[in-house]
């Protein structure tokens, strides 16, 4: 019936394709995507990336051999999912590799490691960490600039240094049951 359909507008089974389709249905792998003649066909999905397909994207599709292939998104919202077992590595090998989302960013992992040669730069309105235990060092020195930094402790606050100086420009005000100098 499909291909009779074809036939009578003018597609062959013999002729290649290449044009923009709509995505008209989404079932794991294989989509059924509308094309510029009012077809509807099945279509497999073969893009280089992993991509998870939404209704109404606007996808690439070729026609080899009587079969359908999206090989590209031209307008699309779905998902880009890549899952490999074992290492994957991604480099930017002579330039800047940047990553941006609109909402969040997450990264889940046993151990996050980040490594820089000269520069690690922070910047946010508000930076929040929450640890079962938290560690700092620096082997040459450490600087905190901030317009103000409050430090909430519930049990035990512990700074050990060979040399500590404290500047205040106003005042400096120690509470607590016991305050030990010396």
Request: proline residues 2%; contains cysteine; positive net charge.
């Amino acid at each position: 019936m499909e291909s009779r359909e074809r036939k009578k507008r003018g597609v062959s089974e013999g002729t290649r394709y290449l044009a923009a389709a709509r995505v008209v249905q989404v079932d794991k792998q294989q989509l059924r995507v509308r094309l510029e003649d009012d077809c509807v066909v099945p279509a497999a999905l073969a893009t280089l990336v992993p991509y998870q397909a939404r209704l109404n994207d606007e996808l690439l599709v070729i026609r080899r051999g009587g079969e359908y292939f999206a090989i590209g998104v031209l307008r699309g919202r779905g998902t880009l999912r890549s899952e490999y077992h074992g290492d994957f590595h991604l480099s930017s090998l002579s330039g800047s590799l940047g990553v941006r989302a609109q909402s969040t960013l997450s990264v889940a992992a046993p151990e996050v490691e980040l490594q820089a040669h000269q520069h690690i730069g922070f910047a946010s309105e508000r930076s929040v960490k929450r640890c079962e235990r938290f560690e700092q060092g620096a082997r040459a020195g450490w600087v905190v600039k901030a317009g103000q930094q409050v430090e909430s402790i519930r049990t035990r606050w512990f700074r050990k240094a060979r040399r500590v100086v404290i500047k205040v420009a106003r005042a400096a005000r120690f509470n607590g049951k016991t305050v030990r100098l010396g």
